[in-house]
């Protein structure tokens, strides 16, 4: 496809709109690492993050006509690819959702242990979780929802989330503490 000037977002969204596969093309391209990005946070590997992406860009251009263009595209598509994540962990979250809901452990930290560490070996680190505490931080910590919002996606009670991300955190630490006292 030969173009005299970059097509901007709201350009390449807009022809998307009109069912341009051209421009849907453009769009998967111009979108594909940002979504990789926040799919690989709730996948447990590469193959299944590649799943939810190209799912959730399916669901992008099944329903982009319903885009409101007056609020940020990146935004919207975001929580199409965290729902599509969602989704496809609901399945197995379902059985695990069950647990005693005792007071949560109360942490220390290790503020100096994570500066050893690069951003691949947290993403390792976080992979070690369990899929329900790793869901539970992402949505949490990295993409800002609160418990109230957490429990009504993953039908389980805003305490439950709490918990989750309380045992989360713990296993993270313990984990962080273990992987930089390997390495000194």
Known sequence: ??????????????????????????LYKQF??????????????NDDALEVVNDAFI????????YNTDKPFKAW?????????????????KFTAN??????VAVGTNANAIENLNA???LKLMKQLPQIQLT?????????YNHDEIGKILNLPASSSRVYLSRAKEKLRQLITTETQSHA
């Not at 647990?99 to 949560?104: E, F, G, H, K």
């Open 1 to 26: 496809m030969q173009l005299s000037h970059r097509l901007t977002e709201d350009e390449i969204v807009s022809k998307c709109i009109s069912g341009s596969l051209k421009h849907q093309e453009l």
């Open 32 to 45: 594909y690492g940002y979504a990789m990005g926040i799919s690989v946070r709730y996948s447990l590997n």
């Open 59 to 66: 669901k992008v251009f099944n329903n982009i006509k319903s």
């Open 77 to 93: 598509m975001r929580t199409i690819v965290v729902n599509t994540a969602i989704d496809r962990r609901r399945k197995e979250l």
């Open 99 to 104: 647990i005693d809901l005792d007071t949560a």
């Open 120 to 122: 691949q070996d947290i």
């Open 136 to 144: 539970i931080f992402n949505m949490y910590e990295i993409d800002g």
